[in-house]
């Protein structure tokens, strides 16, 4: 299956900084990804779909001056947490379709984020 | 509003024994449904994509199955393993231009050797 890789697997940062989480594609261009937040057994939630060369699409609720995304190119995209708060602590996971349009979703590692 | 269901929330079966993971939903709109696997601290693995117009599924030892009526999907897993014990999660998608996937929350399944 297609690849989708994230990066950094975990980060530990302090109260009101900023982290980048990447999400890329290897082997195939994803013009749309998805970023999802997973709490300690619970489900996916989908937080936004971020769409190569326009303005990412936020879920409802979602904050997107706090979460910002950028789709800088066919097979990156990035999620930034700002002002990062311990509330935010959670496993961030991303997605992509891979071409033709069959619908099938594959997914990056996961990021776990634990702000102090 | 689409809600996915899971149960159980978690089964402990023995080597070498048949089960079956159940998911339901309440929208029987769906344009296709996806079983993933989720190993601990880990992102997800594509098992089993069964689009609106199949009934079943299969790979090696899995078999997923989908009743769009009654808004229903079974993951069949033959002769369990040890390696088999994740989290199993289903998702549902509305329609080819609706980007959502609806998750459940996951059965944890333990195997013991």
């Known amino acids: 299956g297609a690849v989708v890789s994230q990066h950094p697997s975990w980060v530990i940062c302090k109260s009101g900084t900023s982290v980048k989480i990447e999400c890329r594609s290897l082997?195939?261009?994803?013009?749309?990804m998805f970023w999802y937040r997973q709490f300690p057994k619970q489900s996916l939630m989908l937080m936004a779909t971020?769409?190569?060369?326009?303005?990412?699409?936020?879920e409802q609720g979602v904050e997107k001056d706090k979460f910002l995304i950028n789709h800088a190119s066919l097979t990156l995209s990035t999620l930034t947490v700002t002002s990062a708060h311990p509330e935010d602590s959670s496993f961030y996971i991303c997605?992509?379709?891979?071409?033709?349009?069959?619908?099938?979703?594959?997914f990056g590692e996961g990021s776990r984020l634990t702000v102090l | 509003k689409q809600e996915v269901t899971q149960i159980p929330a978690a089964l402990s079966v023995p080597e070498g024994e048949n089960l079956v993971l159940n998911c339901s939903f309440t929208?029987?709109?769906?344009?296709?449904l996806q079983w993933f696997r989720q190993d601990p601290g880990k992102g997800l693995t594509s098992l089993l994509l069964?689009?609106?117009?199949?009934r079943e599924q299969t790979s090696g030892r899995l078999n997923a199955s989908l009743d769009k009526s009654s808004g229903r999907s079974t993951l069949y897993i033959a002769a369990s393993q040890p390696g088999d014990s994740a989290t199993y999660l289903c998702?549902?998608?509305?329609?080819?231009?609706?980007?959502?996937?609806?998750f459940g929350a996951g059965t944890r399944l333990t195997v013991k050797p």
């Open positions: 998702a549902v998608r509305r329609n080819p231009n609706n980007n959502d996937m609806r």
């Open positions: 069964i689009q609106s117009s199949q």
């Open positions: 082997d195939f261009q994803a013009t749309t």
């Open positions: 929208d029987s709109a769906i344009y296709n």
């Open positions: 997605s992509a379709r891979a071409p033709p349009a069959t619908g099938e979703l594959f």
């Open positions: 971020s769409n190569e060369g326009s303005k990412a699409t936020y």
